[in-house]
């Protein structure tokens, strides 16, 4: 590993074993490589007494974290990158859970909107072809039937690499990734080469952190590259879709969802009902899927396909996947996308939950809800603090101009003062001169006011905390459930059971 990585060296024995890697000095365990990177406040190598109290074979880390080490943990032998210790993480976390060798097919999503749901369709796809799958996403880790809580939308590559070893362990034989621009440009993909990629949307978000479109949409475009990936799957309605497929490195299979758009596959969508969304897909060589999936949208059928005709890339055969569905319904569960709290068929109004927290994903889930919701919409809705704040005003006004009524709360204002982030957000709204506008701070005072104000027929869609268990608030974590929140208070209406 020293040579194959250009690492040097400091107390390091021979035949030294490492079983291992980590990034946090509270999680090693015995055997591992403990990993100690600069951050922006302490040196990750200042713990490295702990990690070696808790059995740390060896520590990788930098220059400047070599001498930290060397007066914390003396006795830890030390293996030292002169680049960024994340540079070569990944490949050293491949080589260490020896998922340089993985067999298993594997496949990464990315866009700004509708990630989650490509990759549990995807893993809900392989399962009908009969492939074991597993999936790591912004909701949760899936290996087989096991299920871990996620922490990030894309892991840190020394958890990506034990999440591999693991589904590897259990014959886990197509893995869906959900990547984000951030894994990309932080070395977290490091070590996995993708069998296919994938482009659904792409939209406003994150500029805090990229500074300006044009820089997100960089490192989206970076995943399709021979460094990364074999195909890709593109879906070309948009400039943006067009522009990766015109210059991805790969080659690239096109997906179109509009008419007249020059694609190799095109989406026609047949029946939409509140209750899900019936299609057609068609693609070379008479390749053809007709089929639906439980959940209402168009963009829910462009998901479908997506993740159909990856599969397609990847050698696996449509007819293979239709064998394994009911009439080509697609039964997936995707926890806190557009998930329905209230029950189908009862006679109040329904009740959805959801994660979308950017213009670009409040624009489709309205426009779709537009097209089949029976009454009024009521849209629920805050925005993060210390994010992007340049988002916030649009976000406003598309809610606003989508939906019938309007109430603006809390989301996770961390460190700004909540008021202030709900002052941009409601100017946005009334600027689109169509909705009612409410203003309420208390998340739980809210959804209360959403279900008061709602009738047999209506829709309402809480936006943002999706499947979130917490909100951020001045630097504290506090325990909320928006889907358990919404259950309560429909109990306490005599709209759940």
């Known amino acids: 590993m020293v040579d194959r990585f250009g690492l040097r060296t400091s107390g390091l024995p021979t035949g030294l074993a490492v079983t291992g890697v980590s990034l946090d000095s509270r999680d090693v365990r015995p055997g591992d490589l403990y990993v100690g990177m600069p951050g922006a406040q302490r040196h990750g190598a200042e713990f490295a007494g702990q990690a070696a109290a808790s059995g740390a074979s060896a520590m990788l880390t930098d220059a400047p974290g070599a001498e930290l080490a060397a007066a914390a943990a003396p ?62 996403s912004t909701a949760e880790r899936r290996i087989g039937d096991e299920v871990v809580v996620s922490n990030l939308t894309s892991p840190e590559a020394s958890e990506l690499h034990g999440l591999l070893a693991r589904m590897a362990e259990v014959g886990v034989a197509g893995v869906a990734l959900e990547v984000s621009a951030q894994a990309v440009v932080r070395h977290r993909l490091d070590g996995v080469h993708f069998d296919v990629v994938a482009f659904n949307n792409f939209s406003q978000d994150h500029l805090d952190e990229f500074g300006d479109l044009e820089t ?107 064998r394994g569905l009911d009439h080509g319904r697609i039964p997936v569960f995707i926890p806190g996308r557009l998930e329905q709290i209230t029950e189908s068929g009862s006679s109040g109004p329904r009740f959805y939950v959801d994660y979308g927290h950017t213009p670009g994903a409040f624009a489709a889930m309205l426009d779709a809800l537009g097209e089949v919701a029976p009454g009024r919409i009521i849209f629920l809705f805050g925005a993060d603090g210390d994010r992007d704040t340049t988002k916030r005003e649009e976000m406003g006004r598309i809610a606003a101009a989508g939906a019938d009524t309007v109430i603006v709360c809390d989301y996770h204002p961390r460190s700004e003062p909540p008021e202030a982030i709900r002052a941009q957000l409601i100017a946005g709204a009334r600027s689109a001169r169509h909705a009612d506008v409410i203003e309420e701070g208390d998340p739980r005072a809210a959804v209360r006011l959403a279900i008061s104000l ?33 259950r309560g208070a429909l109990r306490e209406a005599g709209l759940l059971p």
């Open 75 to 136: 006795d830890l032998p030390v293996l030292v990158s002169e680049a960024h210790p994340r540079t070569v993480l990944g490949d050293v976390a491949a080589a260490v859970y020896g998922t340089d060798g993985f067999a298993a097919r594997i496949f990464g999503v990315t866009g700004t909107n509708g990630k989650t749901s490509v990759v549990y369709l995807l893993a809900e796809l392989l399962r009908a072809a009969g492939i074991t799958a597993g999936l790591s």
């Open 216 to 322: 997100y949409f960089a490192a989206k475009l970076a995943l399709f590259s021979p460094e990364h990936a074999e195909r890709g799957v593109v879906v070309v309605d948009s400039p943006w879709g067009q522009r990766i497929a015109r210059e991805s490195r790969i080659p690239v299979t096109r997906l179109a969802t509009e008419y007249g758009q020059d694609a190799d596959w095109h989406l026609a969508i047949t029946r939409q009902t509140l209750d899900g969304v019936s299609f057609v897909l068609q693609g070379p060589e008479g390749a053809h899927f007709r089929g639906s999936v439980p959940v209402f949208g168009r963009f829910m059928a462009e998901n479908a396909a997506l993740a159909l005709i990856m599969l397609h890339e990847a050698g696996i055969p449509i007819e293979q996947v239709s």
């Open 454 to 486: 709602a009738d047999p027929g209506d829709v309402i869609l809480y936006a943002g905390p999706g499947h979130e268990d917490h909100q951020e608030v001045a630097g504290r974590f506090i325990p909320y459930s928006a889907r358990d929140e919404v």
